[in-house]
């Protein structure tokens, strides 16, 4: 199904839902309120707006928007935080004595308050239902605790990367697509290491996504590292790439190492 959409970032998770044309008068930053079947009534921030219409697998098309949140609706999220830190701390509390392997990444409340939605990590499968039990008597409340992972983590909490701007996963996208090691390798950056080329999550950066498709498209023009070529009726063996500016090191019969314009090789 081809939809025009329009994205939410809520505490602990980005929702898309269908835009209507009675949505016009919202724009990205504005506070709203939310309905769906699963949050009932959440606050929410107009992330971006898509008018284009576009295949989603994962829209939501039993939520809508019921109006922008009020001051009153934005001072309840602030009681909401108050009360968050102790959600926290009897999570903690209720991990220890249990000897779980949890670390809780966030915790907020919905607007009718009936329900607290918590997101941990853990780097094993959990049963929690002693827990969810025990938070619940706590805190007299529905308990809604979903396992996340690091990606997701990087997503809710925001931060700085390397290039000095907020975390792309916080600031704009929407969905987390997978990133492989060929998107290092087709850009020719495998030598710096995984380490270099991770971000605060520890997985591969969002961003060697962005660039990789131009880098397939340009680097098919090149012969493949190692193969032989031609040079000004010199032979030799391609010892490197240098996509961006469209040069290659060839190392020739002589042991000579030259950089040599892709245009420059023989047919």
């Known amino acids: 199904m081809e939809i025009s959409s329009i994205f939410f970032a809520l505490k602990s998770t980005t929702i898309e839902i269908p835009y209507k044309e009675a949505y016009s008068q919202y724009q990205a930053g504005d506070w709203i309120i939310l309905k769906t079947d ?31 949140a009020s001051e009153r609706d934005l001072q309840k999220k602030e009681i909401n935080q108050s009360k968050e830190t102790d959600v926290q701390k009897e999570f903690e509390k209720q991990v220890k004595a249990m000897q779980l392997d949890m670390r809780m990444v966030s915790a907020h409340f919905s607007m009718d308050d009936s329900m607290v939605y918590i997101n941990f990590l853990s780097d094993n499968r959990v049963d929690f239902r002693d827990l969810v039990k025990n938070i619940a008597q706590k805190f007299k409340k529905k308990i809604h605790l ?5 990606r997701d983590k990087a997503k809710i909490q925001g931060g700085f990367g390397l290039c000095g701007q907020e975390f792309c996963c916080k600031r704009f996208l929407t969905d987390l697509p997978s990133v492989t090691m060929e998107s290092v390798r087709v850009q ?23 660039e990789s498709g131009q880098y397939r498209d340009v680097i098919n023009k090149f012969p493949k590292f190692g193969s032989s070529v031609k040079y000004k009726n010199k032979k030799g063996i ?30």
């Open 188 to 210: 020719n950056m495998a030598y710096k290491g995984t380490d270099k080329l991770s971000g605060q999550c520890g997985k591969l950066m969002c961003c060697l996504n962005y």
């Open 38 to 68: 699963e949050f009932k009534e959440e606050l929410g921030k107009v992330q971006k707006i898509l008018y284009s219409k576009r295949k989603s697998a994962k829209i939501d098309l039993s939520a809508e928007i019921l109006r922008k």
């Open 146 to 150: 979903q396992q996340i992972g690091p």
């Open 238 to 267: 391609v010892t490197g790439l240098d996509v961006l500016n469209e040069k290659l090191k060839i190392r020739f019969e002589d042991h000579n190492i030259e950089s040599v314009a892709l245009k420059d090789l023989e047919k």
